[in-house]
C-alpha cells in the first residue's frame, strides 16, 4: 500500500479552495446586482407614491436615481407625473436627469406643464429642464401650456428662453393651439413677448383663419386687435375674406370689409365673394358684400350668378336677397333716368320678380 503524503493533501485542499472562489464571487455579483434591482425597483415605486422617507433611505443606499424601467421611466418621470414637487426636490438635489424622456417621449417638465403644477415646472426648469425639449408629435411644454391656458406656467417657460414659434408635427404653433382651444388671455401673451401669429400649420389654417372657420368671433376680434393679416392667402386655402365668405362668418366678413380688406377676390374659376355667400346661405353676409359694392349680375366660368348657386344649394332665402337687391336697382337707375329725362335702361331685358338674369 502506497504511504500517505500529507503535503499532497494539503496542496489538494488548496486547489479545491481557489477553484471555488471564483464561483462563490459570482453568487456574490448576482446577489450584489439583484439587490441594486431591488432598490432601483423600490426607488421607482417610492417617487410613485410620494413616500419622501423611503426615498431619501433609498437614495442613501446608492439606489440609481437616474434607473429607467422598460418603459423609460425614471424616478423624477414618476414624480413629475404624480405631481410629488418634494419628492421631484430630493431626486433632483441627487442629480437625477430632468431632460429624460421615457418610450412614449414623455419627460418630466411636459408632464408637469400637462397637469398645471406650476411649482413642479418652477422647480424642473431651476435644475436645468430643456423648455424647448421636444415630446410626442413634436409637442413642447409651451405647446401644452397653449392648449390648456395656464398663462403662469406660459411665463415661466417664455422666461427660461422657450421658443415661441416653434411648430409640432402637425405644424401648430403655440399661438394656433391657443386659438384652437379658445385661450385668448394665453395668446395675447404670447404676441406681447414676439410670437408671430400669422404662421400657417400644414393643413394652411393660420390663427385668424382658424378662428374664422370655428366661427370663433371673440377670437376673431382678439386676433384682428392684435394685428393678424387679414389679407395674405396662406398656402393652398382662401384668402380670409374668402373663407369667411365660403362660412357664412358675417360678423368677421364685417370686420374685414369695414377694414378695407379687398372684396374683389376671386378663385380661379371666377367664383367672387358673393357667390360664396350664397352657397353658405348667410343673407347677413350678402347683404354686407352687396352693400359693399358687389356685383349682383356677375357669372363664374360655369355661367352661374350667386342667385343661381343660392338656388342650386336650396338657400330660397338668399336668392329672393337677389331679387330684392336687384329690383332696388332697378328702380334706382328708372328713378335716375326720369330725372335726366332719358330711357331707363335695366341691366337685363328678361328681369322679372324672381330674378332671370342676364
Same mark, same amino acid.
Do not use: C, W
Given at each position: 500500500?502506497?504511504?500517505?503524503?500529507?503535503?499532497?493533501?494539503? /496542496?489538494?485542499?488548496?486547489?479545491?479552495?481557489?477553484?471555488?472562489?471564483?464561483?462563490?464571487?459570482?453568487?456574490?455579483?448576482?446577489?450584489?446586482?439583484?439587490?441594486?434591482?431591488?432598490?432601483?425597483?423600490?426607488?421607482?415605486?417610492? +417617487?410613485?407614491?410620494?413616500?419622501?422617507?423611503?426615498?431619501?433611505?433609498?437614495?442613501?443606499?446608492?439606489?440609481?436615481?437616474?434607473?429607467?424601467?422598460?418603459?423609460?421611466?425614471?424616478?423624477?418621470?414618476?414624480?413629475?407625473?404624480?405631481?410629488?414637487?418634494?419628492?421631484?426636490?430630493? $431626486?433632483?438635489?441627487?442629480?437625477?436627469?430632468?431632460?429624460?424622456?421615457?418610450?412614449?417621449?414623455?419627460?418630466? /417638465?411636459?408632464?408637469?406643464?400637462?397637469?398645471?403644477? +406650476?411649482?413642479?415646472?418652477?422647480? /424642473?426648469?431651476?435644475?436645468?429642464?430643456?423648455?424647448?425639449?421636444?415630446?410626442?408629435?413634436?409637442?413642447?411644454?409651451?405647446?401644452?401650456?397653449?392648449?390648456?391656458?395656464?398663462?403662469?406656467?406660459?411665463?415661466?417657460?417664455?422666461?427660461?428662453?422657450?421658443?415661441?414659434?416653434?411648430? %409640432?408635427?402637425?405644424? =401648430?404653433?403655440?399661438?394656433?393651439?391657443?386659438?384652437? #382651444?379658445?385661450?385668448?388671455?394665453?395668446?395675447? $401673451?404670447?404676441?406681447?413677448?414676439?410670437?408671430?401669429?400669422?404662421?400657417?400649420?400644414?393643413? +394652411?389654417?393660420?390663427?385668424?383663419?382658424?378662428?374664422? %372657420?370655428?366661427?370663433? #368671433?371673440?377670437?376673431? %376680434?382678439?386676433?384682428?386687435?392684435?394685428?393678424?393679416?387679414?389679407?395674405?392667402?396662406?398656402?393652398?386655402?382662401?384668402?380670409?375674406?374668402?373663407?369667411?365668405?365660403?362660412?357664412?362668418?358675417?360678423?368677421?366678413?364685417?370686420?374685414?370689409?369695414?377694414?378695407?380688406?379687398?372684396?374683389?377676390?376671386?378663385?380661379?374659376? =371666377?367664383?367672387?365673394?358673393?357667390?360664396?355667400?350664397?352657397?353658405?346661405?348667410?343673407?347677413?353676409?350678402?347683404? /354686407?358684400?352687396?352693400?359693399?359694392?358687389?356685383?349682383?349680375?356677375?357669372?363664374?366660368?360655369?355661367?352661374? %350668378?350667386?342667385? +343661381?348657386?343660392?338656388?342650386?344649394?336650396?338657400?330660397?332665402?338668399?336668392?329672393?336677397?337677389?331679387?330684392?337687391?336687384?329690383?332696388?336697382?332697378?328702380?334706382?337707375?328708372?328713378?335716375?333716368?326720369?330725372?335726366?329725362?332719358?330711357?331707363?335702361?335695366?341691366?337685363?331685358?328678361?328681369?322679372?320678380?324672381?330674378?332671370?338674369?342676364?
Amino acid at each position: 500500500m502506497a504511504a500517505h503524503d500529507p503535503a499532497s493533501g494539503a /496542496l489538494s485542499g488548496a486547489f479545491q479552495s481557489e477553484s471555488a472562489a471564483p464561483a462563490d464571487r459570482a453568487a456574490d455579483a448576482v446577489a450584489l446586482k439583484e439587490a441594486e434591482r431591488r432598490r432601483n425597483h423600490e426607488l421607482l415605486a417610492a +417617487a410613485r407614491t410620494g413616500d419622501i422617507p423611503k426615498v431619501e433611505k433609498l437614495i442613501a443606499e446608492k439606489a440609481d436615481v437616474n434607473f429607467a424601467d422598460v418603459a423609460g421611466d425614471t424616478p423624477l418621470i414618476e414624480a413629475a407625473r404624480m405631481g410629488h414637487v418634494e419628492v421631484a426636490e430630493i $431626486l433632483l438635489n441627487a442629480t437625477a436627469n430632468p431632460n429624460h424622456s421615457n418610450q412614449l417621449m414623455l419627460h418630466p /417638465l411636459i408632464l408637469a406643464a400637462a397637469d398645471n403644477n +406650476a411649482p413642479m415646472v418652477q422647480l /424642473l426648469l431651476d435644475h436645468g429642464a430643456d423648455p424647448n425639449q421636444k415630446g410626442d408629435a413634436d409637442i413642447t411644454a409651451l405647446m401644452v401650456t397653449a392648449e390648456s391656458g395656464n398663462d403662469n406656467i406660459a411665463a415661466m417657460l417664455i422666461d427660461k428662453k422657450a421658443l415661441l414659434d416653434t411648430v %409640432d408635427e402637425g405644424g =401648430n404653433t403655440a399661438a394656433l393651439l391657443a386659438v384652437m #382651444n379658445g385661450r385668448e388671455s394665453t395668446l395675447r $401673451l404670447l404676441k406681447q413677448h414676439g410670437a408671430n401669429i400669422d404662421i400657417p400649420n400644414k393643413a +394652411a389654417f393660420t390663427p385668424l383663419t382658424q378662428s374664422i %372657420d370655428k366661427g370663433d #368671433n371673440a377670437m376673431f %376680434d382678439v386676433l384682428a386687435e392684435l394685428g393678424a393679416d387679414m389679407v395674405t392667402p396662406p398656402d393652398g386655402r382662401p384668402a380670409p375674406i374668402m373663407q369667411a365668405a365660403r362660412g357664412g362668418n358675417a360678423h368677421a366678413l364685417g370686420h374685414m370689409i369695414k377694414s378695407g380688406v379687398p372684396i374683389d377676390v376671386k378663385t380661379p374659376t =371666377n367664383n367672387d365673394l358673393l357667390m360664396f355667400a350664397a352657397r353658405s346661405g348667410s343673407v347677413i353676409a350678402g347683404k /354686407l358684400l352687396i352693400d359693399a359694392g358687389l356685383d349682383l349680375y356677375a357669372k363664374n366660368d360655369s355661367g352661374l %350668378d350667386a342667385r +343661381a348657386q343660392a338656388v342650386e344649394e336650396g338657400h330660397t332665402a338668399f336668392a329672393d336677397l337677389i331679387d330684392s337687391e336687384r329690383a332696388k336697382q332697378l328702380q334706382s337707375a328708372m328713378r335716375n333716368t326720369k330725372q335726366g329725362g332719358g330711357t331707363a335702361a335695366p341691366r337685363t331685358a328678361s328681369f322679372r320678380k324672381k330674378g332671370i338674369t342676364a
